[in-house]
């Protein structure tokens, strides 16, 4: 095991040692199914053993976060703001600690790694003026001396079931706003990433002991499927929010849908940008450079598609391959390095099946060596190759070329996944096309940027495969609530609505 080596040093600093328990049940720390171990994608050495949640230890904190929901839900919602910010400021304190070990664990560079981190403490920071911002409506009533207004309360507890591409970011959008809202927080981390879940985990469970606050409010479990899928039928969770592909999440709908509760779905994306003839090329290729590339492909949000115009493909092509030779592949803690490794082996696997069946202009080599590194790699290849129409989590580009505007969205739509786009262009009528209901059918619909960089402000999530979902940013908050329509009377007589008499 690899936990003696200086460069390790950090984790003790963020409470981490060789053996870690993997849960976090009503306020101890416990872990009594399985011992795995946490591997460094860049040699595939353990970093450190984890004991996983039993399916007693999963009962046991859900019976005691199902308490403490009684509990949450009566402090007023700028109070749990308050708390909210705190974890903030926790998470402030460990940026760079925390940062490292996304980087270490997962594998992404160090500067997306700290990027990651920040995002939670963005999202700590919207959440906390969202608490004193959930507002209901008050609706004219037809009726005299009659009111009608809208009434949010939270739902009780929220699931969250979190991949190993944003092993903590997932969490940040999904906890911040469930904690606002007045729901308890039930996690459970991604198999490959529990050193975070468990770093994460003991930030906000700081939190709440000093603020003498139940640490069962959020309960943490690293597991398995076993776990995710006791998630997913627990009758007590009103709201199970997934991240990951479309064929597991359409399995969690299923199964969550059948006790009639609510799901909601960040799934697969397929991603595509388009360069139309008038774009400014040196921007498109930076962004595409960054799109395709950034976090190993291994993004939702991965640029999977360039979409290039004839009169203009060569040029965009010539300079787009020039800047791949000049990244640098290396181990994801090391300044420069611009391309880490894969986080599995079976990633690896998955990288050589998504290059065949086209030209292979750039790349498209394992790179022999410890870790799970690949080439970045463009691929020339027709939009109607099968392997185009599927996710490929690896730095593998489909090069495309279209004649027209029409062609181009087309190509865009034709996926099963609908979560980003983008296009590059100065015409305003291409750009208010590319976003208007003849455009993409996306839910994020970029002009001049990446597919991906997503700010918290706005709703994440797509459409089709892609699930549905929102989060983050924007009314998402509202997915973390109960709506109740309420009419009062505060009259002496009993008109019906629609003029209906009665008697």
Same mark, same amino acid.
């Given at each position: 095991?690899?936990?003696?080596?200086?460069?390790?040093?950090?984790?003790?600093?963020?409470? *981490?040692?060789?053996?870690?328990?993997?849960?976090?049940?009503?306020? =101890?720390?416990?872990?009594?199914?399985?011992?795995?171990?946490?591997?460094?994608?860049?040699?595939?050495?353990?970093?450190?053993?984890?004991?996983?949640?039993? +399916?007693?230890?999963?009962?046991? !904190?859900?019976?005691?976060?199902?308490?403490?929901?009684?509990?949450?839900?009566?402090?007023?919602?700028?109070?749990?703001?308050?708390?909210?910010?705190?974890?903030?400021?926790?998470?402030?304190?460990? *940026?760079?600690?925390?940062?490292?070990?996304?980087?270490?664990?997962? !594998?992404? %560079?160090?500067?997306?790694?700290?990027?990651?981190?920040?995002?939670?403490?963005?999202?700590?920071?919207?959440?906390?003026?969202?608490?004193?911002?959930?507002?209901?409506?008050?609706?004219?009533?037809?009726?005299?001396? @009659?009111?009608?207004?809208?009434?949010?309360?939270?739902?009780?507890?929220?699931?969250?079931? +979190?991949?190993?591409?944003?092993?903590?970011?997932?969490?940040?959008?999904?906890?911040?706003?469930?904690?606002?809202?007045?729901?308890?927080?039930?996690?459970?981390?991604?198999?490959?990433?529990?050193?975070?879940? %468990?770093?994460?985990?003991?930030?906000?469970?700081?939190?709440?002991?000093?603020?003498?606050?139940?640490? =069962?409010? /959020?309960?943490?479990?690293?597991?398995?499927?076993?776990?995710?899928?006791?998630?997913?039928?627990?009758?007590?969770?009103?709201?199970?929010? /997934?991240?990951?592909?479309?064929?597991?999440?359409?399995?969690?709908?299923?199964?969550?849908?059948?006790?009639?509760?609510?799901?909601?779905?960040?799934?697969?994306?397929?991603?595509?940008?388009?360069?139309?003839?008038?774009?400014?090329?040196?921007?498109?290729?930076?962004?595409?450079?960054?799109?395709?590339?950034?976090?190993?492909?291994?993004?939702?949000?991965?640029?999977?598609?360039?979409?290039? @115009?004839?009169?203009?493909?060569?040029?965009?092509?010539?300079?787009?391959?020039?800047?791949?030779?000049?990244?640098?592949?290396?181990?994801?803690?090391?300044? !420069?390095?611009?391309?880490?490794?894969?986080?599995?082996?079976?990633?690896?696997?998955?990288?050589?099946? #998504?290059?065949? #069946?086209?030209?292979?202009?750039?790349?498209?080599?394992?790179?022999?060596?410890?870790? $799970?590194?690949?080439?970045?790699?463009?691929?020339?290849?027709?939009?109607?190759?099968?392997?185009?129409?599927?996710? *490929?989590?690896?730095?593998?580009?489909?090069?495309?070329?279209?004649? +027209?505007?029409?062609?181009?969205?087309?190509? $865009?739509?034709?996926?099963?996944?609908?979560?980003?786009?983008?296009?590059?262009?100065?015409?305003?009528?291409?750009?208010?096309?590319?976003?208007?209901?003849?455009?993409?059918?996306?839910?994020?619909?970029?002009?001049?940027?990446?597919?991906?960089?997503?700010?918290?402000?706005?709703?994440? !999530?797509?459409?089709?495969?892609?699930?549905?979902?929102?989060?983050?940013?924007?009314?998402?908050?509202?997915?973390?609530?109960?709506?109740?329509?309420?009419?009062?009377?505060?009259? $002496?007589?009993?008109? *019906?609505?629609?003029?209906?008499?009665?008697?």
């Amino acid at each position: 095991m690899s936990f003696a080596k200086k460069e390790y040093d950090f984790l003790k600093e963020i409470g *981490l040692g060789p053996h870690n328990l993997g849960c976090y049940v009503n306020g =101890a720390w416990k872990g009594s199914g399985p011992i795995v171990s946490s591997v460094n994608p860049a040699n595939n050495q353990a970093i450190a053993e984890v004991s996983e949640a039993s +399916t007693q230890d999963y009962e046991e !904190g859900m019976q005691a976060c199902f308490e403490a929901a009684k509990t949450w839900v009566q402090i007023p919602a700028p109070r749990r703001g308050e708390i909210v910010r705190k974890i903030g400021d926790a998470l402030r304190a460990e *940026l760079q600690h925390l940062g490292r070990l996304v980087s270490l664990e997962m !594998g992404k %560079i160090l500067a997306e790694g700290i990027g990651e981190v920040q995002e939670i403490i963005d999202m700590c920071d919207f959440a906390v003026g969202l608490s004193r911002q959930l507002n209901g409506s008050v609706i004219p009533s037809e009726r005299p001396n @009659h009111m009608m207004l809208e009434m949010w309360n939270p739902l009780g507890i929220v699931g969250v079931i +979190t991949a190993f591409n944003f092993p903590c970011a997932v969490l940040g959008w999904n906890a911040c706003i469930a904690l606002v809202c007045g729901n308890c927080v039930v996690w459970k981390g991604a198999p490959t990433t529990p050193l975070i879940t %468990i770093a994460m985990t003991r930030i906000v469970a700081g939190v709440l002991e000093k603020n003498n606050l139940p640490g =069962a409010i /959020f309960t943490s479990f690293c597991g398995g499927a076993e776990i995710g899928q006791a998630i997913a039928k627990d009758t007590r969770i009103p709201l199970v929010s /997934f991240t990951g592909s479309s064929k597991v999440g359409l399995m969690v709908q299923n199964t969550v849908n059948e006790r009639f509760g609510k799901c909601l779905l960040e799934l697969s994306g397929n991603n595509a940008i388009i360069v139309m003839d008038d774009a400014d090329i040196q921007l498109a290729v930076r962004s595409v450079l960054f799109a395709a590339v950034g976090t190993a492909g291994q993004r939702c949000t991965t640029c999977r598609r360039l979409l290039l @115009h004839e009169s203009i493909y060569q040029k965009v092509l010539d300079q787009l391959l020039e800047v791949y030779k000049q990244v640098k592949i290396g181990d994801p803690l090391q300044k !420069g390095t611009l391309l880490g490794p894969l986080h599995t082996r079976a990633a690896r696997e998955n990288f050589e099946k #998504g290059i065949e #069946g086209g030209k292979i202009l750039t790349g498209g080599s394992v790179i022999e060596s410890e870790g $799970n590194f690949v080439q970045p790699t463009i691929i020339e290849i027709s939009p109607n190759a099968d392997v185009v129409k599927e996710e *490929l989590f690896a730095p593998v580009l489909y090069v495309l070329k279209f004649q +027209t505007l029409k062609e181009a969205i087309e190509i $865009n739509n034709s996926v099963p996944q609908g979560l980003s786009s983008s296009i590059f262009s100065r015409k305003p009528e291409v750009i208010f096309k590319w976003i208007g209901p003849q455009g993409s059918d996306c839910g994020i619909v970029n002009v001049n940027i990446p597919t991906n960089g997503a700010e918290i402000g706005g709703a994440f !999530g797509g459409e089709k495969a892609t699930g549905g979902g929102r989060e983050a940013g924007s009314d998402s908050w509202k997915q973390y609530m109960r709506r109740s329509t309420c009419t009062i009377n505060y009259g $002496n007589e009993l008109p *019906l609505a629609q003029g209906i008499n009665f008697g």
